[in-house]
């Protein structure tokens, strides 16, 4: 093959095709991506909104992929990035490049196989049981029925069977109907539809493409499953990095609950013996007797009586399982509706099993801060209806990435925020990368093993190529420091004047971002009876919904809750103004992270600094992200929290924030937007 053009002439081509212009943060981080490959070095890389971080990245892989024929994998967080990439950034790239390459770059997104449509579900002549909640409601029954009759023909008409290919979509319960996961699937050779399967299409077609994108879950299957998901690929490009870790906990957290068992004792009626499935069911009743009088809390050893309860719904599973043998594979329709129930009852009793194993070998370390796995019982109400479920997720993940993804791959992990406290190394320990600085901020890690040293094989850099906005004239960050610091009583009449002064001052166009959706809806509830322009709150329809009617209508302002910071993206005049009405600390209740600060500061560390003020300071980031969007966006970022500006803890959870100019005088930021609305309507 002929000697390719090198990067630069490459992201030149490209973005003089695509209509742009050339960003020297863009230019940059190109340059480090390439060198990243060719050394074989990890490389974490923070590129601010407007820097073309994406066509940075895809460049280099492009044509290390052409050039070398391994296929690259592009994981992100959110469906919004993985449609942009693959619908309008890829598309347009591979064109730009194909002469210069040689050929036109081939691409495809691969997704969990419940993402895709079960050919042999939708012609099975065995349904799915109604949840029990819907059993007793007829609406929620008739609305199912009729979603699936939609699914059903669309499933003549589609050619990927990709959930996110239906609009509008359907409720998670519909899907289900039509779908299986990777432990439910009959496999491609026993299943009668296996050479036509939407799953099988998509994954045959990212085994032939140069870039494939996908997601953190089924990255983090593909990672630490054992089970080989993604094609083989010598490098990964992790976008939306700071969501990485989370999404891998998610992964690898694993349920245990009363209605699971019963669910799966349900898929083993008419398979095997009667006695066993009333064994498991009994088993599923013992575990709602021994949970239903307690409280949802941390275990941190286990509770009384607890122990032989859990091995009888290990024992009754196992005895299900061992019952559920493995059939011979056939094509006839019939046989394989046996086959699918079959499998989807193995899949079931083994998800039991393993969560009962798990959770009876949790405390067998006797150093709570030593343990693999954390361990708590949750109370989630449905329609009126408590139910609880014993969950055990993992004390760290760094471990297992640090082991599965940085030993098998070059790795480029990338976000508009990564520094965390002017520094990489929070969010770098998290993956199991070593700090870089002397000082390191300690966090906690699996099995109490220390945190991997900057003598260990594992190299990486990082790098900050900025962003395109001028912060400092573009936007103000205005700390209320006048107001009192916020109480567990919900918004004080203060807080809520403040907001009222402000959102009439910016003439509407406000994004309003709450740590707590009783705190959204109790804003949304006093402001509208007080402001002239409307208010949406989140929840009143779907988010996507809610975000085109609040850029839609500069006088409209949008409040919601954490779960909006990454969904909102509107430049122009509809947003200049963005409230946080809290420094977003991690509930002093969240099992998980209060345990991963306990094991820092059982090993002298500060669990405060290293957990809940690192996660402070990334959502910070993320929701003061939200105001400039394009690089002609102007606006304010007000925080009612005067602790951001009088606590110890303040400084380094400004350093985490772009650098807009600072002020805590309410005067000068109501003539600023004042300014702003005046000239919005010019």
Request: net charge negative; hydrophobic share 45%; proline share 5%.
């Amino acid at each position: 093959m002929p000697e390719l053009p090198p990067v630069p002439a490459l992201l030149s081509t490209a973005v003089t095709a695509l209509g742009g212009k050339e960003r020297p943060g863009q230019v940059s981080m190109a340059a480090a991506v390439d060198h990243a490959i060719d050394t074989k070095e990890h490389l974490a890389v923070q590129a601010g909104t407007g820097t073309g971080k994406s066509l940075a990245y895809l460049v280099p892989s492009l044509r290390h992929a052409v050039r070398t024929g391994r296929t690259v994998v592009v994981s992100t967080a959110t469906i919004a990035l993985q449609r942009q990439l693959v619908d309008r950034d890829l598309p347009r790239l591979a064109d730009a490049l194909g002469k210069p390459l040689g050929r036109i770059p081939q691409f495809a997104i691969l997704k969990g196989r419940n993402n895709y449509l079960c050919l042999n579900k939708i012609n099975s002549a065995i349904p799915e049981e109604p949840a029990e909640a819907e059993l007793f409601d007829a609406f929620a029954v008739s609305r199912l029925g009729r979603e699936v009759q939609r699914l059903n023909e669309w499933a003549s008409d589609t050619e990927t069977g990709d959930r996110d290919d239906l609009t509008p979509g359907v409720s998670d319960r519909a899907w289900r109907q039509v779908s299986v996961s990777s432990r439910e699937c009959l496999g491609k050779s026993r299943c009668p539809f296996g050479q036509d399967c939407f799953a099988e299409k998509a994954r045959a077609e990212s085994a032939q493409a140069d870039v494939v994108v996908t997601n953190h879950a089924l990255l983090a299957i593909d990672a630490i499953s054992g089970i080989q998901v993604l094609p083989e690929h010598d490098v990964v490009v992790v976008d939306e990095a700071h969501e990485l870790v989370d999404r891998v906990t998610g992964v690898a957290t694993a349920e245990l609950s009363a209605v699971a068992i019963t669910a799966a004792a349900r898929r083993c009626t008419k398979l095997i013996d009667e006695q066993e499935v009333d064994r498991l069911e009994a088993a599923g009743d013992a575990l709602h007797a021994a949970l239903d009088d307690m409280g949802p809390s941390r275990w941190d050893a286990m509770p009384d009586g607890i122990a032989p309860v859990l091995a009888l719904v290990r024992d009754a599973a196992w005895n299900a399982h061992t019952a559920l043998a493995p059939q011979g594979g056939t094509t006839a329709q019939g046989d394989a509706d046996t086959a699918a129930a079959r499998t989807r009852a193995v899949a079931a009793v083994e998800e039991v099993h393993d969560a009962a194993v798990r959770a009876l070998t949790a405390f067998d370390e006797p150093d709570a801060a030593a343990r693999r796995d954390v361990v708590w019982l949750a109370a989630d109400e449905l329609r009126g209806v408590t139910r609880r479920t014993l969950r055990m997720a993992p004390l760290s993940v760094g471990g297992l990435l640090r082991s599965r993804l940085f030993g098998a791959s070059t790795v480029v992990l990338t976000s508009a925020t990564l520094q965390i406290g002017g520094s990489f190394d929070g969010l770098a320990i998290t993956w199991g990368l070593p700090a870089q600085s002397s000082s390191r901020t300690d966090t906690a890690t699996a099995n109490g093993a220390e945190a991997p040293s900057d003598n260990e094989t594992v190299r990486w850099t990082s790098l900050d190529v900025g962003s395109p906005f001028d912060h400092a004239k573009s936007g103000i960050l205005y700390v209320a420091k006048h107001l009192p610091a916020p109480g567990r009583d919900g918004l004080s009449p203060a807080y809520l004047d403040e907001i009222e002064r402000l959102i009439t001052a910016a003439g509407g166009r406000t994004l309003g971002l709450f740590s707590s959706m009783r705190a959204a809806k109790a804003a949304t509830e006093v402001l509208r009876n007080r402001l002239d322009t409307p208010v949406l709150c989140q929840g009143e329809d779907s988010t996507g919904a809610l975000v085109r009617k609040f850029a839609d209508d500069p006088e409209t302002s949008l409040f919601g809750t954490l779960s909006l910071w990454q969904g909102v993206d509107v430049p122009g005049p509809s947003l200049s103004l963005v409230i946080l009405d809290r420094i977003p600390f991690p509930r002093p209740d969240d099992p998980l992270l209060t345990a991963r600060q306990r094991a820092v500061e059982s090993r002298g560390g500060n669990g405060f600094m290293s957990v809940a003020a690192s996660h402070a300071a990334l959502l910070l980031a993320q929701g003061t992200g939200r105001l400039l969007r394009s690089v002609d966006d102007r606006g304010v970022v007000a925080i009612l929290d005067s602790r951001l500006a009088t606590a110890r803890y303040g400084g380094y959870l400004r350093a985490s924030l772009p650098p807009y100019w600072e002020t805590s005088d309410p005067e000068v930021v109501a003539k600023a937007l004042q300014r702003l609305t005046a000239a919005a309507k010019v």
